[in-house]
């Protein structure tokens, strides 16, 4: 069974923990924070719910970033609550990470790590395929409800893609979207689809709960090289015409990290939002 390390112990860190533990595809999850016992306390409470939750995962805590040495996936999550690892500090960390962590996957569960993302890969040398940022999928699970709700159906039988660049924008590719097997411009009208894009772009950033569960979905399918495409955060190479930069890309996930990536076809109003939101 696989062994998960998240660093960082804050909100962020303790819903991945969480979501993770009651998932079960690990045998263990280790929560990492250099704080004295915060990550020992979080991962105790979080043990101790198994019993009254039902599930048998095992939770360490650590103070020790060389913990993720051996680890199948290493999560990145908050310093502290409500402060994700970023910049100069979230830089040094995964230069002092890349020694250990050897060739797992590395999943950055926040909204703010796009740059780091970026950097990790431009200049600590990461391997392109090997990180991935989750926080997309939370916004296309919310983009799903909030469709399922306007054609009264369950969330499950909608399908859709979510691109671009959040925050500086993303695009909904409507035209490949569908409900129930059925393309979704024959369930939903227009004026249904604009009044949906209009609340989907309230729902940017997720809470850490959301965000927590997104990124124990996308570590779960690394883990079992689940079939279905995530919506991760991804660094370019080529898709769109765009290179080095960060985006959105519906994704087939296994455990070298991304094993394939497929953008959905497009019209040409939605090309032109996808390269607009990219920033070509």
């Known amino acids: 069974m696989a062994t998960i390390c998240i660093v960082g112990a804050g909100e962020l860190g ?3 923990a969480h979501a993770l533990a009651r998932g079960e595809r690990a045998s ?3 929560l990492i924070d250099e704080r004295g016992t915060v990550a020992a306390g979080k991962a105790l409470d979080i043990q101790q719910s198994g019993a009254i939750e039902g599930f048998h995962t095992r939770v360490d805590g650590a103070q020790d970033v060389t913990r993720v040495t051996g680890c199948t996936v290493c999560v990145i999550a908050d310093v502290a609550p409500a402060v994700e690892w970023q910049g100069e500090p979230g830089l040094a960390l995964m230069a002092r990470l890349k020694g250990f962590v050897g060739d797992a996957p590395i999943v950055f569960a926040g909204t703010e790590q796009s740059d780091l993302l ?3 890969v431009g200049e600590v040398h990461l391997n392109r395929q090997g990180v991935i940022g989750s926080a997309p999928e939370a916004l296309a699970a919310a983009a799903k409800g909030i469709v399922a709700l306007e054609a009264r159906c369950a969330a499950s039988e909608v399908a859709l893609s979510i691109l671009g660049c959040p925050p500086a924008g993303f695009v909904v590719p409507w035209s490949d ?4 097997g059925y393309a979704l411009d024959r369930v939903l009208t227009p004026v249904e689809v604009r009044r949906i894009e209009a609340r989907l772009a309230r729902l940017w ?12 979905r996308v570590v779960e399918a690394i883990v079992t090289s689940h079939r ?3 919506a991760v955060l991804t660094v370019l190479g080529g898709e769109f ?4 930069r960060v985006g959105v890309l519906p994704c087939l996930l296994g455990p070298s990290g991304i ?3 497929s953008p959905p076809t497009l019209n040409a109003r939605e090309r032109v939002q996808v390269e607009t939101a990219l920033g070509t």
């Open 14 to 16: 303790g819903s991945v």
């Open 28 to 30: 263990r999850v280790v």
């Open 118 to 120: 970026l950097k990790s």
């Open 177 to 180: 979207a569908s409900i129930g």
């Open 205 to 216: 950033p997720p809470g850490p709960h959301a965000l927590g569960l997104a990124a124990a």
């Open 228 to 230: 279905r495409r995530f």
């Open 241 to 244: 015409g765009v290179r080095d």
């Open 259 to 261: 094993l394939d990536v």
